[in-house]
């Protein structure tokens, strides 16, 4: 059974007439309807608006608004709080609570709410869909997700997003999830709050600054083609997590059986000496890595620009990436090129873990790499020094 609706209807009572007749839809008329209490879609009912921004569900009381039972849809809808009381603000948007399933969102928006604008509680929402659907919570982005599953799922229960957005918050707060799948979208920083979570698969997606650095913690996540304007951080509880052709500033991991197949530039590598360290504005340097499973691909490319600025004095040091997982001794090549001869000087570039730093030893000097060793350091001289070391 269909019905229709227009502004000022009892939209519940609607609601309720479609469930009596086993179900159907109630189809909102473009305009706003207003609520000055909660609003339950009972099972096996839709609630579909005329579009997006022609038809606005607004919220006028303190509290939760709008509740979803079994096999229900919302489409094609706004819905937030009204701007007429501040307070109208609080309370969560969706609400989905345990035991029920198989909800449907599509090309919706929610937006505006303090709290989230959809909270499931543990074990909810199984089979639940989203498509195409916007999710803005005023919280401050890293601290609060517009999507929130609160407690911990004790089984699988599988939720679904497909191109949904945060507007410039963070979009997700996977608290306790396990078989959680997300596709496409951008969000501000994403949250894992708690080491139960299990099973978060993310695709495609953009992940903004705003949130801050991406901790995870929990088991077997899995990160595809993302883009991270910060960087990721696997704390202690991680287990098993993959990074698949990602890219990010840096990945710190902490935890155990993670695996990375990440290119990362990094611009944070640290030039030391043993006496006085070199003067930064004398070379320029760019290094690159490549994180495939265990194992780490480092290139550095160091040129001189500004010799008379300060080469430091005594042997030169390299900081690495992922420098807290190196565990034992590596060796890779080096080759200093004197630009003013056209020299190339052949050498090994050495890890040593305890001191977390690159050393290098040329084979046509008794002397480790230095501003005098293999040769008088000056401008236009280059160094390029590749390395693969272990990281687990």
């Known amino acids: 059974m269909n019905v229709e609706a227009n502004p000022g209807d009892n939209i519940q009572s609607k609601i309720a007439y479609v469930a009596g007749t086993g179900g159907g839809e109630v189809r909102l008329n473009p305009g706003v309807y207003s609520f000055t209490s909660p609003l339950t879609v009972s099972s096996n009912v839709s609630l579909v608006g005329s579009g997006r921004y022609c038809t606005r569900l ?17 489409r094609h809808l706004e819905i937030v709080p009204s701007n007429t009381n501040p307070d109208y603000a609080q309370g969560v948007g969706i609400t989905i609570t345990e035991g029920h399933g198989f909800q449907f ?4 928006s929610v937006s505006g709410f303090a709290d ?14 989203a498509v195409a659907c916007t999710f803005f919570t005023a919280a401050t982005p890293g601290e609060g997700g517009a999507v929130q599953i609160v ?11 497909h191109g949904c957005t945060g507007n410039g918050c963070t979009l997700f707060d996977f608290g306790g999830a396990k078989d959680l799948f997300v596709s496409g979208g951008y969000t501000n920083g994403l949250r894992f709050p708690t080491d139960q979570s299990a099973l978060v698969l993310c695709t495609n997606m953009r992940i903004g600054a705003a949130g801050g650095n991406v901790t ?5 996540h899995c990160f ?31 935890g155990s059986g993670n695996r990375f197949t990440v290119i990362q530039a990094f611009d944070d590598i640290t030039w030391t000496a043993e006496t006085t360290d070199p003067n930064p504005t004398s070379a320029a ?9 265990t194992k780490a691909i480092v290139t550095l490319n160091l040129t001189i620009v500004n010799a008379k600025a300060g080469l430091g ?14 565990y034992a001794t590596y060796a890779g090549s080096a080759i200093a090129f004197d630009a003013s001869t056209g020299r190339r000087y052949v050498g090994t570039a050495l890890t040593f873990p305890t001191q977390k730093k690159l050393r290098v030893f040329f084979n046509d000097s008794t002397s480790p790499m230095s501003g005098t060793s293999p040769m008088l350091w000056e401008d236009g001289d280059t160094l390029q020094i590749q390395l693969m070391y272990t990281t687990k």
């Not at 969102?105 to 919706?108: A, G, I, L, P, Q």
């Not at 995870?216 to 077997?220: A, S």
Request: hydrophobic share 40%; proline share 4%.
């Open 58 to 74: 607004e919220k006028l009381f303190i509290g939760d608004f709008i509740s979803l039972q079994d096999a229900t849809s919302i």
């Open 105 to 108: 969102m599509e090309s919706t």
């Open 116 to 129: 989230p604008c959809l909270r499931f509680s543990a074990n909810s929402g199984s089979g639940f869909v």
């Open 151 to 161: 407690g911990s799922d004790i089984n699988a229960v599988p939720r679904q997003f």
């Open 216 to 220: 995870v913690r929990g088991h077997e």
């Open 224 to 254: 595809s083609s993302c883009v991270f304007a910060l960087g990721v951080e696997l704390d202690e509880t991680s287990i098993n997590c993959s990074r698949e052709s990602c890219v990010a500033p840096f990945i710190s991991d902490k």
């Open 285 to 293: 340097i760019v290094a690159f890595a490549e994180h495939i499973g």
């Open 313 to 326: 004095v005594g042997e030169w040091y390299f900081s690495l990436p992922f420098d807290e997982k190196i």
